[in-house]
């Protein structure tokens, strides 16, 4: 099996499972749950005249391919910017992994890139949720939207991460999950995204992510 | 070769030109003669004359002579195109040209195209081009973007190349050389004009602007530029000296030295330094308020322009500035330069001390204010290579390929081209005249298909071949692209900084203002500002007062050149005996009488050491004036050899004379020892091990795959249009890394981290020269004169030769969390 860390975490009253795939697992109810895939992006610049390597996407699906192969899901919810600008080749990529796994239920909240209908999301064999959807006590969205405060909510769209020191003089940035007591913002799925590290609320507490695992910082 | 000046000087246009000259009581100067005569026979060349000689006007009225004696080989439309490195130039110029030819009587138009010229105009020019024309190399890369470039140069004879010495050893200047390179090729009787100030390198300067099988002319004027070149004395000698420190108490004595002067220009090397120095100034005497002003390369242009015109008119007493006023038009009324802190090189200081006094026989006064008294050996240094001449080389950038791909791209743009002709027009080229086949078909691959890498790429057109086999680009947004971001200057993210009641204020690095909150409060452009908010892109302020930060710009700090640093330890070795002219030396004499007693003067063949033990701990201090970046390569090189020996770690720190290696535990090291780690054998291997390679040539891949195309670069104002297409070199770095590692852009990246971070030639050569010196050891129980500004550095870096998990894992067991950047 591939390089997949966990770490373990409560939230909501539910125990989660944070990765250093960027993606979290919800053992009880066997879902991976991941957000801002941005898949077509590398396409997308290549239509514009920017060479950009084929790997770009190729690394992004098959990290997910692990993931399924490694924790088989019942689902995979997806909680926005599944698709970065539309229908183009790397989709099929996308498309090639839910017809490999037709055991395995694919929910997708939409987020502000989303733009195709829902029924070519159907067509993909997505299931397309509502804003706000919820299991349990837990909602999903995609976190472009103000969420009523007091609710647990699980959201994408930010792509957070911090800044940690790591000498005197010198910090680094990693992506990382952020989680407070109501809000678990997750790291954008794609190795191929921006990092924002101004989103991180004050008291929240940081899960950075690195090439071998996890490790938490308090803000 | 002889240049027949007699054949020439009795032509009419000669007549004309003269006459006009002795009307405004001018002669010309011999080498302006030479150039005219040498042009009038149909050669190329390349002048060479300090400020303030009318080097502009040796070519520029060649070409109106030559029209004038045989206006009937001139066809209507654009004659003469013009590069000068920066726009500001060009609109004075232009003005100075359109002058001169009103008052001699000729017909002809002199217009500017940059970025600064608006659309209308630039349309008017497509339709109907000028007789001279002022561009930049960015704008004359966009004429030969557009479709109708033929029509544009279809009458064209001469194109100058205006300071040439600043495009040399750039990537614009390879810009330069591959239009050049295009227009020989395609219109046969074009001549090629240099002008330059004095360099280390005029030679290959010449063979580099006008490359074999062409042969150039070289015009050198025999009229020198004198300068009288001052230091400003502080009151006492610090024996031990800290940098910065001593640089602002020096500001009594300079108030004086402005007042007596009519206009004063304040050189310094940072923003910092420049907003730290205009503070000071009317902190020191109010009365300047209003008739002082600051000038960098943050501020609006437009409040830029006015300090320019304001200049110009007299009506400014000082302006303080960075290296944004080094070039441009000449300010008549400055009659006084004064550098503070070191200038970092020959040629720079001869640059900006020629921007007081700029008649040709005038004397050009500057006045040098040292920020910690070692300094004021530099002036001795400064003096020495001034008298001798010996400036520094620009030495040529070449196999820039992110250079060639845009440049490819271009062409194709502007009506295509066909493979192998312009390959061989790219091998005339200085830059690429080692170009191979695989080279060049990789670069065409690059354009055509994307790349090596990767199986399917329907979708990439961004050149693609047409009917008539000529590589074309044919989709309008990639061309709009490519237009918008055509250019090598890759600038750090901006944010406009703005009132919130509007008005503009400047510009600033996202990362400094990524690191303030709302309410933090910072200095810009000579004001106290507080941060109110940011939004998309800019930063809203409100006038404040009180304590604030002043951001430290990246890319200050220049390190010094290696020809200083030659004067300088000639100097250093002769101040144990200073000859009576050597004044800076006298002064300093109880500094070096202390380091002389404490511990060495090292000779001009001796190499110093010291280790010093103080109860912090062990400090390991060595000076080989090779400058700020070759000495972090040396002590990252040290450290590595040392801790061979037994492990141990240090941190460092360094400054432009020497480095300093510190732990707290004990660094035993015997005279044998030194010797093996100062060797110069497996000198590059060991660089290599010590330092982090992969992450320099990361920071140098930035810049690269911006102007090959790979990220489209972020303008403010702009960046919503293309905000779907942002994305991160440092992503695409590692991708490349890890799948394509013979990709020529990612080689790029590190041939230039070796010769531009790493230098290896100088590198070579420092060593080189160690090994051949004494190595004199010295311990002391106290700071030297020479240790002690190293030793209170800011600028201090730790060293750490463990990777990212260990760092983590050690981070975590000392109980401690990470600590968070603001």
Redesign the interface.
């Known amino acids: 099996m591939k390089n997949i860390q966990e770490q373990e975490i409560d939230f909501a009253g539910e125990k989660l499972v944070l990765t250093n795939q960027r993606a979290l697992y919800w053992p009880a109810e066997n879902t991976i749950i991941l957000s801002d895939l941005h898949v077509g992006?590398a396409?997308?610049?290549?239509?514009?005249?920017?060479?950009?390597?084929?790997?770009?996407a190729t690394?992004d699906m098959e990290r997910l391919r692990d993931l399924i192969t490694h924790y088989h899901p019942e689902k995979v919810l997806i909680t926005g910017d599944l698709l970065?600008?539309g229908m183009?080749?790397e989709v099929a990529l996308l498309k090639d992994i839910i017809q490999e796994n037709d055991s395995c239920k694919f929910l997708l909240v939409k987020g502000n890139h989303d733009r195709l209908s829902d029924r070519a999301f159907e067509e993909l064999g997505i299931r397309i949720l509502a804003d706000g959807y919820a299991i349990g006590n837990i909602h999903f969205t995609h976190g472009d939207r103000q969420f009523s405060a007091g609710i647990h909510s699980i959201s994408g769209h930010l792509h957070p991460g911090?800044?940690?020191?790591?000498?005197?003089?010198?910090?680094?940035r990693f992506p990382c999950f952020v989680v407070s007591d109501t809000q678990l913002i997750l790291p954008a799925f794609s190795?191929?995204s921006?990092l924002d590290?101004?989103c991180v609320p004050e008291g929240a507490f940081c899960y950075a992510i690195?090439?071998?695992?996890l490790?938490?910082?308090?803000? | 070769m002889s240049i027949s000046v007699k054949k020439s000087s009795q032509t009419d246009g000669y007549a004309i030109i003269t006459r006009w000259m002795a009307d405004k009581g001018n002669q010309p100067f011999s080498f302006q003669e030479k150039t005219w005569a040498a042009y009038a026979s149909g050669k190329s060349g390349m002048v060479v004359a300090p400020t303030g000689f009318g080097k502009t006007f040796s070519v520029f009225l060649a070409v109106l002579q030559d029209f004038m004696n045989q206006p009937e080989k001139y066809r209507a439309g654009l004659k003469l195109i013009w590069v000068t490195p920066i726009r500001s130039l060009a609109k004075d110029l232009a003005r100075a040209m359109q002058e001169a030819i009103n008052e001699i009587g000729l017909d002809w138009v002199v217009d500017v195209r940059n970025g600064d010229t608006d659309v209308k105009r630039k349309q008017q020019q497509s339709k109907q081009m000028p007789d001279v024309l002022l561009v930049t190399p960015e704008s004359l890369h966009l004429l030969l973007a557009q479709k109708a470039r033929n029509k544009f140069f279809k009458s064209l004879r001469c194109v100058a190349v205006d300071e040439w010495h600043e495009l040399l050893g750039t990537k614009r200047g390879v810009m330069i050389e591959l239009a050049l390179a295009y227009l020989r090729h395609n219109y046969a009787k074009l001549r090629i004009w240099g002008i330059t100030a004095t360099i280390g390198n005029l030679d290959q300067a010449l063979e580099v602007l006008i490359p074999a099988p062409m042969k150039g002319v070289k015009i050198v004027a025999t009229e020198k530029k004198k300068i009288d070149i001052q230091p400003v004395y502080p009151d006492e000698v610090e024996v031990l000296p800290w940098a910065g420190h001593m640089g602002g108490k020096l500001v009594e004595q300079v108030v004086p030295i402005i007042l007596a002067s009519k206009s004063t220009i304040l050189f310094t090397n940072t923003r910092g330094q420049s907003e730290m120095w205009y503070q000071l100034l009317l902190e020191a005497y109010p009365d300047f308020a209003g008739q002082i002003a600051l000038h960098h390369g943050s501020i609006d242009g437009a409040i830029r322009e006015w300090i320019e015109d304001a200049l110009s008119e007299g009506k400014l007493k000082a302006v303080v500035s960075t290296s944004s006023l080094d070039l441009g038009v000449d300010f008549k009324p400055v009659d006084t330069v004064i550098q503070i802190g070191s200038s970092k090189g020959v040629a720079r200081f001869m640059q900006r001390a020629g921007r007081s006094g700029h008649s040709p026989f005038e004397v050009s006064k500057i006045y040098v204010v040292p920020t910690h008294s070692l300094e004021l050996i530099e002036v001795a240094a400064l003096k020495e290579a001034v008298k001798n001449n010996t400036i520094e080389s620009r030495d040529p950038m070449v196999q820039t390929f992110d250079v060639l791909v845009q440049f490819l791209v271009t062409i194709a743009l502007g009506g295509g081209f066909r493979p192998a002709e312009l390959m061989t027009t790219m091998k005339d080229t200085h830059a690429f005249s080692y170009l191979t086949e695989e080279e060049w078909s990789w670069c065409l691959f690059?354009?055509t298909r994307?790349?090596q890498?990767?199986?399917?790429?329907?979708?990439?057109?961004?050149v693609v071949e047409n009917e008539e086999g000529l590589m074309v680009?044919t989709?309008r947004?990639?061309a709009m692209?490519?237009r918008m971001n055509l250019g090598v200057i890759v600038s750090e993210a901006m944010m406009r900084v703005r009132f919130t009641s509007g008005g503009y204020v400047g510009m600033i690095e996202e990362y400094f203002i990524?690191k303030l909150k709302a309410g933090d409060k910072f200095i810009l452009a000579g004001r106290v500002l507080e941060l109110v908010r940011i939004k998309e892109m800019t930063t809203y302020v409100r006038l404040s007062s009180g304590k604030a930060i002043t951001p430290s710009w990246l890319g200050g700090r220049l390190p010094l050149s290696s020809n200083l640093s030659h004067f300088l330890r000639q100097k250093l070795a002769r101040s144990v005996h200073p000859s009576a002219k050597e004044q800076e030396l006298r002064f300093l004499h109880p500094l070096f009488a202390r380091q002389q007693s404490f511990s060495h003067i090292p000779a001009e063949d001796e190499f110093l050491v010291e280790l010093i033990v103080t109860k912090e701990g062990y400090h390991l201090f060595m000076y080989p004036f090779e400058g700020r970046l070759i000495h972090e390569v040396m002590a990252a090189l040290m450290a590595y050899r040392i801790s061979r020996f037994s492990p141990i770690s240090f941190?460092m720190a360094m400054n432009d004379y020497g480095f300093e290696l510190f732990s707290d535990t004990e660094i035993s090291l015997n005279e044998d020892q030194l010797q093996s780690i100062l060797s110069a054998e497996n000198l590059m291997e060991d660089v290599l091990s010590s330092i982090n390679s992969t992450e320099m040539a990361k920071r140098k891949f930035r810049d690269i795959a911006v102007i090959?195309?790979?990220?489209?670069q972020t303008f403010p104002g702009a960046q919503k249009n293309n905000k779907?297409?942002?994305?991160?070199s440092g992503?695409?770095f590692q991708?490349?890394e890890?799948?394509?590692p013979q990709n020529l852009l990612l080689r790029q990246a590190y041939t230039e981290v070796f010769n531009q971070q790493l230098e290896e030639p100088r590198l070579q050569s420092a060593f080189k020269r160690i090994n051949t010196s004494k190595i004199i050891f010295r311990f002391a129980t106290g700071f030297t004169p020479l240790s002690f500004p190293i030793k209170v550095d800011s600028m201090?870096?730790?060293l750490?030769s463990e990777d990212?998990?260990t760092?983590?894992r050690r981070?975590?067991e000392s109980g401690g969390?990470?600590?968070?950047?603001r």
């Open positions: 992006k396409a997308h610049f290549r239509k514009s005249g920017i060479a950009l390597p084929q790997q770009v690394r970065h600008a183009n080749s911090i800044h940690v020191a790591v000498g005197r003089k010198s910090t680094m190795l191929f921006g590290t101004s690195y090439e071998d695992g490790f938490a910082v308090s803000c | 690059f354009i994307g790349g890498i990767g199986a399917n790429y329907e979708e990439f057109h961004k680009v989709k947004r990639i692209l490519h990524s941190s090959a195309g790979m990220v489209v779907s297409l942002q994305s991160s992503i695409i991708v490349l890890d799948h394509d201090r870096q730790s750490s990212l998990a760092r983590i981070m975590q969390r990470p600590g968070k950047r």
